[in-house]
């Protein structure tokens, strides 16, 4: 597949979504098929239908194809698939969730093929998608059990990268899913793709906290004490440059983020609350397999669907950086196929002993 001229799969999302309005703001400038062969997976007619929602918005005329196989360069393709038998602006549905998943699919299947180089994926609505076929909380979840790996949830912009320990699930649950082995390898894991998919040589990686205040000392929770810094530890003895752990409050608050390459944080909404404060239109990356996916990092908006209102600099941004993440990767397969011994490749961590880790920020209300 030409390193120049990526194909990148685009699935349509919710039908009843911003999804589609999304899709036309972020391909209606012609120049987007010189930077790759976007593939879209949807409906030609519900496309339609939100074209006429923009009158703001250049016409796109579609290339119809069967797969991505046949996609065209300098053309914008669509695979027709995913038709529901309404559309319903700002209604959620059973059938735009079915819609949804098949356009899904679709693009997943030429993705295991070979035929994309990335998928990028509109927004679907979680409850909706839900079916005997489908039961998973989010695209992550399906993408990990697709590609058979342990995929982690990454949000990205150009000044903050967030990966999170646990993804979708309540936070009566979040004490019981952190573990030791489970933080120390989400740090290798999150050092691997922060070298591999952003280019970075050795990253510097904040540990955030669970506890308010990093438990003070153990009267506010335990889990820092006997969970979070002895897994900081064990890592950063394995060559990892994680520190912390970090309140959460005081590391985004004072600015500190800022001397990371990422941050791991420990449940959702304590690492996407601030980054998409910081960054309003970042991307949401599925780290940790052999497929690339992005996507924007916000939902359906069921709230203003229909009303040619939608933004689509996040999604624009998710299909930049699924090139980016792409052509970063095969570098990087190339760069290190021929490794220096582990001896050699560890040298420059030699000097580097554990008592060089920060303490714990002290913070007071």
């Given at each position: 597949m030409s390193e120049h001229k990526l194909k990148i799969g685009i699935a349509q999302g919710d039908?009843?979504?911003?999804?589609?309005?999304?899709?036309?703001?972020?391909?209606?400038?012609?120049?987007?098929?010189?930077?790759?062969?976007?593939?879209?997976y949807g409906s030609?007619?519900?496309?339609?239908?939100?074209?006429?929602?923009?009158?703001d918005v250049d016409p796109i005329s579609f290339t119809a194809i069967a797969s991505a196989?046949?996609?065209?360069?300098?053309?914008?393709?669509?695979v027709a698939c995913g038709k529901p038998a309404a559309i319903e602006p700002g209604k959620a549905t059973v059938e735009a969730g079915r819609a949804a998943i098949e356009a899904l699919r679709r693009a997943v299947r030429d993705l295991k093929e070979g035929l994309l180089d990335a998928v990028v994926t509109a927004p679907f609505d979680k409850q909706t998608v839900q079916s005997n076929d489908f039961q998973f909380t989010g695209h992550t979840e399906f993408f990990s059990a697709e590609?058979?790996?342990?995929?982690?949830?990454?949000?990205?912009?150009?000044?903050?990268r967030v990966g999170l320990v646990?993804?979708?699930i309540p936070i009566a649950e979040i004490p019981a899913n952190i573990t030791r082995e489970k933080i120390v390898k989400d740090l290798h894991s999150f050092r691997?793709?922060?070298?591999?998919?952003?280019?970075?040589v050795e990253p510097r990686i904040a540990v955030m906290a669970l506890n308010?205040?990093?438990?003070?000392?153990?009267?506010?929770?335990?889990?820092?004490?006997?969970?979070?810094?002895?897994?900081?530890?064990?890592?950063?003895?394995?060559?990892v440059l994680a520190f912390g752990p970090f309140a959460a409050d005081g590391l985004f608050a004072s600015g500190g983020y800022a001397k990371y390459d990422g941050i791991l944080a420990m449940y959702h909404d304590q690492g996407l609350a601030p980054f998409k404060s910081l960054s309003p239109y970042g991307v949401n990356f599925t780290a940790g397999l052999s497929a690339v996916r992005t996507s924007p990092d916000h939902g359906v908006a069921f709230d203003i669907a229909g009303q040619g209102k939608a933004d689509a600099q996040s999604m624009r941004n998710a299909l930049y950086a699924a090139c980016d993440i792409v052509r970063k990767r095969r570098n990087w397969q190339k760069w290190s196929s021929n490794p220096l011994p582990r001896a050699e490749r560890e040298k420059s961590h030699r000097d580097i002993s554990v008592k060089d880790l920060p303490d714990t920020e002290k913070q007071q209300d």
């Open positions: 039908t009843n979504g911003i999804g589609w309005e999304i899709i036309l703001r972020s391909l209606s400038d012609s120049r987007i098929t010189e930077l790759f062969t976007p593939v879209i030609s007619e519900v496309a339609t239908f939100y074209k006429n929602t923009l009158p196989h046949e996609a065209r360069q300098g053309r914008v393709n669509l590609f058979e790996g342990d995929a982690m949830m990454i949000l990205c912009s150009d000044i903050l646990t993804k979708h691997a793709t922060l070298k591999q998919d952003f280019g970075i308010p205040h990093a438990g003070d000392g153990g009267l506010l929770g335990r889990e820092e004490e006997e969970i979070i810094r002895p897994a900081i530890v064990e890592a950063f003895k394995e060559g």
